[in-house]
């Protein structure tokens, strides 16, 4: 070899090495996501300390934001904020030009700060604005002691930009501490360390220590107390509901040591629930140390609260394992249901265990129908490009989720299958996931050791149910289903065979009407059991979907859903109720409801609602 070819070779050689070990050092820790506009990869938050004012007379959020960053070399740090006020922003102190980037409907605008190779904190003066869509501030009518105002936060999914500036991936992890002003006669509590008495100046200080995605970061403030449930659970709710949550609650400690015990230590020292007025979008989300809940989950014989061992679910699969971005929603709620039904079966058996299944795997079938037209959202990877999150939240992440995780269970057997996810729990502790990553981790540490062959791609990746799901059966919806069918046919009903029925199997029961029901039949069974005055908010929402679907218009039932449109604001319900309207041709009197309706819900249902029943065009103006 000639001596120059050699040197020549001894170049490249040395050049590649060189470029291996800085791709290494390169390797982005933070993945590619469309729904913020951060560059994590160059600069990141790590801490936030903030320091804010609740006013309820101009219903604003006003304060600072100070945040600890690291900084990989970049000139500035970008943030996501949406219908912000920002006033000025400073980088250790001293205050620098901020920009802000054009707005976009999604996203927002990006707030791009300048820093310098070892800035350490910048800080954020702002305002929240009433455009704002993660706040919202009730009057004292819209409460349940109809005293005093009250105040809710809802971060998820990409809701906590427009309450803080902040990088608003599920990707980024940061503690915090928040010193929070609100009005006197007020309390005020955060996913973070709690208050469990009111304070003297209406000042008060959190501390979240462990780090936590951006979509959990969560503020409640209003006229409410504390009760223990156990020394780790309790509850906060207003004064006429604090003894009924604590009683419909009473539960929660078992359901966390049942946690425990299948998938490892509880991480995050205390479990408490609040329960929040009625407009309350969701039926529960799970912010650390704090779930938020419906008011409507109290149902006064605990039936519903698998809603809380849901949220309780969280703790693992979201809040410790976090899906890295929304398109892998699924690894939130999918893994969540499959929890949250684990942990029923460990306190109440299988039975109630099955049925909560089986009505997740009704819901899913009429997803799946509803998706005719657009097969790939019944994927569980979703690709949300260009989409609000939101789209992607429905049944095909929870149910589809659950059966995928109940299939691989039945195939590999419960003991294995425990140890695996208690596994996978503990070596992604305080991280996030990507469905990419979960399929490798789950043929490396579960189905190959095992030889085990699963459709795996075909359930992650492709559309619709793979064949070799498993059937879930459950006798007690047998046995329902044939009571319906001999009413049906005799057009009585013998009621000693339904005194022990569970809210599941009156869900069940009234969910499976065949299309030919009669208003004759449905006036019979109003009369039996008076389902129109159910005070079981799931019972009373599926009769009134029936109600509409069917045209039954006895026993006052009209008023009744009426009122209950305008009570309550939980999107799952609101939005079941004015889907059947609409299916029925009945869009007016569903529009008729909703201009009635709509200043109480949350911005989350609004914007459902509004698509649905194409609000903006009949009334040609905003959100008011
Ligand atoms: N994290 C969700 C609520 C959520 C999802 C908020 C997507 C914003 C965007 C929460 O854990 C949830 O799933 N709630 C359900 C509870 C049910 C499945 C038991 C709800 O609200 O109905
Ligand atoms: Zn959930």
């Avoid at 070399?73 to 001293?94: P, Q, R």
């Avoid at 703790?315 to 249901?337: H, I, M, P, Q, Y």
């Avoid at 590999?412 to 425990?418: L, Q, S, T, Y």
Wanted: aromatic share 12%.
């Amino acid at each position: 070899m000639k001596k120059h070819t050699f040197l020549y070779l001894l170049v490249i050689l040395i050049f590649n090495c060189e470029s291996e070990k800085k791709n290494m050092s390169t390797t982005p820790k933070y993945v590619e996501e469309t729904h913020s506009f951060a560059k994590p990869n160059n600069s990141v938050i790590t801490h936030l300390d903030l320091d804010i004012v609740v006013d309820f007379e101009q219903e604003i959020i006003e304060g600072t934001a100070t945040y600890q960053i690291s900084n990989n070399n970049a000139s500035e740090i970008v943030l996501d904020t949406k219908f912000l006020d920002i006033i000025s922003t400073k980088a250790d102190g001293k205050n620098v030009d901020f920009k802000l980037d054009a707005f976009d409907e999604q996203l927002g605008e990006a707030l791009r700060i300048p820093i310098s190779e070892d800035t350490k904190t910048i800080t954020i003066a702002y305002k929240t604005t009433h455009k704002t869509e993660a706040l919202q501030w009730l009057n004292p009518q819209q409460t349940a002691d109809k005293t005093n105002p009250f105040l809710f936060t809802q971060g998820q999914a990409i809701l906590t930009r427009t309450w803080i500036p902040i990088q608003d991936s599920p990707q980024i992890r940061i503690t915090y501490t928040a010193k929070v002003k609100v009005p006197q006669q007020l309390m005020a509590v955060m996913s973070a360390e709690n208050p469990k008495q009111k304070s003297s100046d209406g000042i008060y200080n959190f501390k979240m220590q462990q780090p936590i995605s951006p979509y959990l970061i969560a503020l409640a403030v209003g006229d409410f107390e504390y009760k223990a449930v156990s020394n780790r659970t309790g509850v906060y709710a207003e004064k006429s509901m604090i003894d009924k949550a604590q009683t419909e609650f009473s539960d929660m400690e078992k359901m966390v040591a049942a946690a425990e015990n299948l998938y490892g230590d509880y991480d995050w020292d205390q479990f408490d629930v609040i329960v929040l007025p009625p407009s309350f979008p969701f039926g529960g989300m799970e912010n650390p140390r704090l779930t938020f809940a419906t008011p409507t989950v109290i149902a006064g014989d605990k039936s519903l609260t698998s809603l809380i061992a849901h949220e309780l679910a969280h703790s693992w699969s979201g809040n410790l394992v976090t899906n890295a971005t929304w398109n892998d929603f699924w690894l939130n709620e999918g893994f969540t249901v499959y929890f949250e039904i684990r942990i029923m079966e460990a306190l109440y058996g299988k039975d109630r265990a099955n049925m909560i299944a089986l009505i997740g795997r009704q819901d899913l079938e009429e997803e799946v129908e509803g998706f005719k037209d657009e097969p790939d959202m019944t994927k569980l990877k979703l690709d949300l490009d260009g989409k609000n999150p939101d789209d992607g939240m429905n049944s095909i992440a929870y149910d589809k989720g659950y059966l995928f995780l109940r299939t691989l269970e039945e195939k590999v057997g419960r003991e294995k299958f425990d140890a695996f996810l208690k596994k996978y729990f503990k070596t992604n502790a305080f991280s996030t996931v990507t469905t990419e990553e979960f399929v490798d981790y789950l043929n490396t540490n579960l189905l190959e050791p095992n030889n085990i062959d699963f459709k795996v791609k075909e359930w992650v990746y492709e559309p619709g149910i793979p064949s070799n799901q498993a059937i879930i059966v459950s006798n007690k919806f047998e046995n329902a289903e044939q009571t319906l069918k001999e009413f049906l046919d005799t057009k009585s009903i013998d009621i000693s065979k339904t005194k022990d029925w569970t809210t599941q199997e009156w869900v069940h029961f009234i969910r499976n009407f065949p299309e030919t029901i009669t208003t004759d039949d449905l006036a019979r069974l109003d009369e039996a059991f008076n389902f129109t005055n159910s005070t079981n908010s799931h019972i009373a929402m599926v009769w009134y979907e029936q109600a509409i679907n069917h045209d039954y218009h006895g026993n006052n039932v009209d008023q009744k859903i009426e009122d209950f449109l305008i009570h309550v604001g939980r999107r799952w319900y609101v939005s079941t109720l004015f889907k059947a309207f609409k299916r029925a041709d009945k869009v007016d009197e569903a529009l008729a409801i909703y201009k009635k309706s709509r200043p109480n819900y949350h911005s989350v249902t609004v914007n459902t609602i509004d698509d649905m029943l194409g609000y903006e065009d009949f009334e040609s103006g905003g959100m008011q």
